[in-house]
C-alpha cells in the first residue's frame, strides 16, 4: 500500500500521483493521511485504484470518480463524488450538502447524515444514506436511485425526472411533480439490490417509494405556477 501523508505532500502533489496511474498501474492501493480538511482530494481519477483517506474531507472530494473506489474515514464538505461516473465513493461520516450532485454512474454511500441537495440534478448515480438528507434533496434528479433510511427535508424530489426516491422515514414535504408511488415487486428487488451493494442491512418493505407525476415534462399554461 502507497501512503501519502498530506503533512508532508501537497493536494496538487497527491493527485497527481494518482493520475499517473491511469497510464501505467503500479500500485492499486492507497492510503491519504492528515487530510484535515484540504479540498479536492482524489478528485477526476480514471483508474481502478482503492483509496482510503483516513481522517476528513473538504470541498468535492473524490469529484468526476471513474474507476476508483475511495472510502472517507470521517465527514466530507460540499459536493463529494460531484459529476462520479463509475466506482464507488464511501464516506464512513456525514456529508454536507450537492453530495453525489449531477452524477452519472456509480455508488455514492453516506453512512451519516447528508445536508440539503444530496443527489442534485443527478444523472445515473445511486446514493445510499444510511442517515438522513435536508431539503431539496434530488432536486431536477434525472435519472438513478435515491435512498435514504433516515428523514427527508423540505421539497424532495422538486421537479425531478425519473429518478427512483426511496424513503424509510419521515418526509418533511415533496417539491413540485413528485408524488408517492406504488411500491411493486422490481422496486422491492430494485432497492434490495442496492442495500445490498451498499451493505445497508434494512428490510426494502419498510420504504416508501416517490418519484415523478409528469406533469411538468411539457409546459403548460395551468401549471405556470409551477415552474
Same mark, same amino acid.
Given at each position: 500500500m502507497k501512503t501519502i501523508d498530506l503533512d508532508q505532500s501537497s493536494v496538487r502533489e497527491?493527485?497527481?500521483?494518482?493520475?499517473?496511474?491511469?497510464?501505467?498501474?503500479?500500485?492499486?492501493?492507497?492510503?491519504?493521511?492528515h487530510p484535515a480538511g484540504k479540498h479536492n482530494l482524489a478528485c477526476g481519477?480514471?483508474?481502478?485504484?482503492?483509496?482510503?483517506i483516513v481522517g476528513h474531507a473538504g470541498y468535492y472530494c473524490a469529484g468526476m470518480n471513474k474507476k476508483a473506489h475511495v472510502v472517507v474515514h470521517g465527514n466530507v464538505g460540499q459536493g463529494v463524488a460531484e459529476n462520479m461516473m463509475s466506482g464507488s465513493v464511501r464516506v464512513k =461520516? $456525514? *456529508?454536507?450538502?450537492?453530495? #453525489?450532485?449531477?452524477?452519472?454512474?456509480?455508488?455514492?454511500?453516506?453512512? %451519516?447524515?447528508?445536508?440539503?441537495?444530496?443527489g442534485i440534478s443527478m444523472k445515473g448515480i445511486d446514493i445510499v444514506v444510511k442517515g438522513s438528507v435536508g431539503h431539496m434533496s434530488c432536486f431536477m434528479g434525472?435519472?438513478?436511485?435515491?435512498?435514504?433510511? =433516515? $428523514? *427527508?427535508?423540505?421539497?424532495? #424530489?422538486?421537479?425531478?425526472?425519473?429518478?427512483?426516491?426511496y424513503v424509510? %422515514?419521515?418526509v418533511k414535504s415533496l417539491g413540485a411533480d413528485c408524488i408517492e408511488k406504488?411500491?411493486?415487486d422490481e422496486h422491492l428487488q430494485e432497492l434490495g439490490a442496492l442495500l445490498n451493494r451498499a451493505g445497508v442491512d434494512e428490510d426494502p418493505a419498510s420504504f416508501k417509494?416517490?418519484?415523478?407525476?409528469?406533469?411538468?415534462?411539457?409546459?403548460?399554461?395551468?401549471?405556470?405556477a409551477a415552474y
Open positions: 497527491l493527485n497527481q500521483a494518482l493520475h499517473d496511474q491511469a497510464q501505467e498501474c503500479t500500485e492499486r492501493e492507497w492510503q491519504v493521511t481519477l480514471d483508474q481502478n485504484l482503492s483509496i482510503d =461520516g $456525514d *456529508a454536507s450538502q450537492s453530495a #453525489g450532485a449531477t452524477g452519472h454512474g456509480g455508488l455514492l454511500v453516506i453512512e %451519516g447524515n447528508a445536508a440539503a441537495r444530496c434525472q435519472a438513478g436511485n435515491l435512498v435514504v433510511c =433516515g $428523514d *427527508a427535508g423540505d421539497a424532495l #424530489g422538486d421537479s425531478l425526472y425519473e429518478v427512483h426516491i424509510k %422515514g419521515q406504488e411500491m411493486r417509494r416517490y418519484g415523478s407525476a409528469r406533469n411538468l415534462y411539457n409546459f403548460k399554461v395551468d401549471n405556470a
